[in-house]
């Protein structure tokens, strides 16, 4: 009898979909978060190859976009009792002011920067790009790995 209850049971899952179908059956097509990460370096790429201040400003707009993407994976990997977008939002905007903040003081104020020039006037911005860059990838693993 247990065996036949077992037969029952891998019969059945045999009917069901594979956890990698979506609506329809259809295979879930995987994020590719190169891909979004590479969208938001080509919206600014002209700005950036501008003055510092141009630069400054094209690679916090990519941070910006890498961020919207990251609320966006948030959507699908977190249900709003877990994580809101609204809460999300204030999460990476706190990263943002106190990441960037470190890395400025880091590049910009340290002792042995008497007067250190413009050439590290982007380094706290683009530090914060590749922070936002490496939680996207990890948000879009973890959709790719769950099918989400």
Known sequence: MKRLTHLVAAATLLLLPPPAAAGGGEPLEP????AMI????????ELRAGTTVDAREGILLSALCLEEHILDQFEVL????VLTREEGTKQ?????RSYGNLYWKLYNEHRGCG???TQYHTSHVSAL?????QILRAAV???NRYKL
């Open 31 to 34: 994020v590719d978060a190169d």
């Open 38 to 45: 590479g969208a938001c370096w080509d919206e600014t790429d």
């Open 129 to 133: 790009a590749r922070l936002m860059e």
């Open 92 to 96: 990476l905007e706190v990263i943002r």
């Open 115 to 117: 007067f250190c020039g």
């Open 78 to 81: 977190f249900p709003p009792s």
């Open 141 to 143: 693993d973890q959709r």
